[in-house]
Each structure stands twice: as C-alpha cells, then as structure tokens.
C-alpha cells in the first residue's frame, strides 16, 4: 500500500514532458472543474477519525500507549490536506489501529459507529485513485457519499420494518420509553433520582409512537439523499436531530455520524448552484435509489431492527482492591474497549437463561411483545423459562479471564504514575461511573461479575436475580 | 437520418452514447465495484497481515 501511494506521489509530482499523469492528483486538478473546494471535507473525515484514535486510552490489553502511531495518525490527517493520496494512506493505517480491539474476538468490538466515515474515505480513495485515467467531479464524489450515507439509514429503517410481522408492527408496537429505562439501568443519566427517571419514562410512554414514526421517516428517508437540494438538507437534518434524541434517552452517541452529515449539509449551502446543476438531477435521483436498494449488503451492513423490552440481563463488574475494599468498575475504565463493556454481551460467563440483547432488546416481535405485555414476575419468569435460552461456554470465560487478568493486572502496575493523559474523544455509549466506583487509586486484587437480571414493570424497577457469577485472580 | 447513420456509424454511436450519458454510468460501475474489492480488501486483509 505504501509503494502504490509512493507510486500514485511520483506520477503526480515528476515533472518529465512524457508524464502524462502530472498534477493529475491534485486537489487543484480535481476541484477545477466545479470549484467545491471538496478538500475540506475529506480532511473533516480524517479529522474526525483521528481525532477519535489518536486520543484514545492508554491500551492496558497489550499495555501499550502507541504514542508514535498516534503521532503518525494526525500527520497523516493534515497532509490530506497537502495531497488527496495521503487520504488513502491515512484510512489504511487508521483501520490498522482500530484493528487492535479486534481482539480477542469474543468481546465482538463494534465498528458501527465509525465505519461509515472509513468508507466514505475509502470511496474517495478509489476516485483518488482514478483520476489518473478518468476526469472525476467533485459531485461525483458527493453521489456516491449520499448513496453510502443514504444506505446505512435507509437499511436502518427497513430492519425496522421487516423486524415484526407487519411493517408497522416496529412503529407501533415498540415501546422505545423502555430503552431510555434500560439505559438507566445500564449507567445513562444516573445522576436524576430513581423516581424522577420513572416519571420522565412514564410520560415518555405517550411518546413512544411519535418518535418511532419519526425515527421510520428520518432512517427511510435516507433513499432521497439525492431527491433534492432542499429535501436533502431536511433529511440530513433530522437524522442529526435523531442522533441528540437517541443520545439524550439512551446516552448512544453518534457524533461521527453527525459530522459526516453536517458536512454534506455544509457543502449544499456552501455551493447550492453548482449542486443542483451537478448533483441534484433526475437522472442522479433515480440512480441513487437503484444504487442505494441493489446495493443491499454491500454498501450496507446495518441491522437496528430489534424491539425495546422491559428485562435486562447484564454484568456489573467490581474491584476487590489490596485493601479488601469492594467498589463497583465503571464501564469507562476497560476504554479503549468501552464499547464491549458498554454493550456488555459477555453471555459466555453463566448458564443462566439469557432473554434479551444489549439494553434489554429482542430481535422477536411476539417474544418481545409478551415481555412487554407482562404484569407480574410470575409472568415474566415463566417467559424468562420458555423463550431464554444458555449461551454459556466456559473455554470462552476463560479467553475473558485472561483478558481481564491482563489488563488489569497492567493497569496495577501504573498506579500512581499513570500513562500520559490525553482527553479523549467522546465515547460512542456513554456509561458513568457510580459515585464509590474504583479510581485506580489502589492496585486491584480480584475482579468480580455480578450477573444482573431486571424487570420494569411499568412503575418500577424489580431485580429478578444478582449473584456473582466469576471471580478473576490478577496475577 | 438514416442516410447520415449508414454513412457515418462511428460518430453516431458516440453521439447516442453521449445522449444517454453512457460515460457516467461506466464511471460510477467502475468505482463500485472497485470500492467493494477495496473496502474488502482494507478491512478484512489488511488487519490479518
């Protein structure tokens, strides 16, 4: 890869009468014709990513700060801004990166949030690439980012749909008020007393189909992305609407996404003649549509079609320090692999019944419907015994114990002399830390799992089980 | 017309082809289906060398 970037460099800058690829990659040459300065918004993507992977936590997993590949990463971003190339390098050695958290593989590190700002990078690589040979636009470039953007939100939308039975069934059965109580649950707004919350979820109810039609429309509407101008900026709009909503009931933050529509949105003010003239056709609009629905699986992996229930199952995880003391782990401290933590699908731990998904969600509409129509726990335990099924497997806890046992038995050996401290980018799922959780202020000793059932049966918050589940010796 | 098709039938492909916009279609096939083997290629190769 570092050869064919050297490569396309050399083309572009050796001046010799028979080269005939000179100044061809360039972001003069490749802005010429149309006069978007498209460079700005390639180097927001970077930014955006580099922002995101240059500062995060210090790994304790492989007990490494890779402070020069950070350095490499942030480089790489403002060169994107010397040369469109260096965006082909820059998203190859990001993805290398993020690659680290892919292991181990069981903790099934999550690439939902930020793999779309990669492929918009990568597309914009591979036009790069072409323009050796072909004269591209910039609008050509912004097509297809719509068709990819328009993709992930469109297909939201559709496993939505296709979730129940019915195509209306997501709309208007789901009760979306029982995620922003999951959410609690799992460490979201846990500053506002119980009471309050349970109120706020209470009003929300009458909400709930409200905001699932709006949801459907903004996720659907992702198919327009090219319909207009002005449609477009509308639908833009609203999904970054729906992404404060999602974040405020459920503390899931999509920031990268908002900057990546926010950036579209910037472009079609910033040049709405030459858009509309190059970009907003009829031709584009019925290709984009094509593009964007044969282009199923390929341009889009996203599945959110799942319904929000009223049980949880999940683990809390607590430090038993040097001292004998027993605090609760915030989620936040197993970063840079907060989002496994936060997800907290380790489901391999016990061979207790599992029920639900991340957040108290079910993939089942009758399943899930049931649990939500339920009213006592003798109910709710009888679905529990039907529907739940084991996910137990004990050669996997033990890859996770060794995870545990060295990132924590690393983390012990930085108390009171911490890895450079660097403020980290936001975190896809915000989870806090409890008031007495650990603060790293003495090595731990044993790490405990607490294996949490609950049931919210509409004004309450009932715990069905807690038991510790596995206890880790760090070394 | 159809004299002027006979007679210059190079031309008039090029011209039907430019009417049909044909140039853009082969462009935007051309860079999905390069993106696919890429995108492919970045993230499930490139992480495992």
Redesign the interface.
Known sequence: ?LLTCALLLALNYVKLERNPFHGRLSWQHYEAEEGIKIRYAVFLLALVLAWAFSTNEFNFYYNQGHYLDRLLLVILAFLVLVNPVFATLF??YA??IV?QY?YPDLLNYSWFDKKLL??VL??F???NS?SLF?R?RPT?FI??TLCLIGSDYFFAGMSKLVAGGRVIDWGLKNQVHNLFVSSYINGWITFIDRPTLLQIASGMRLLDIPLQVVTLIFELGGLLLVAGRRISIIMLSGAILLHFGIFLSSGIFFWKWILLDLSMIVVFLKYPSTVNRFLFTR?NAI?SVL?IVL?HN?LSETNTGWFDTRVNNFYEFEAIDTNGTIRPIARGLWAPYDIPFAQDRFFFLNADKIIAGTYGTHGNVGIALALNRAESVEEIEALWEEYGGSRYSESDARIFDDFVRTFIGNANEYIGSPPLPIPHAPHHITSLAQENAYNSDVPIETVRIRYVETFYDGENIIVLEDKVVREIKID | MNQSLASNPKQNWRQLAHTLELGFYLKIILILVTYYFFSDFVFDTIPLD
């Open positions: 890869m998203v190859v993805v290398l690659s892919n990669f492929k990568l597309l690589s591979v036009f072409f072909v591209f050509h097509f297809l031709r290709l593009v282009g390929y």
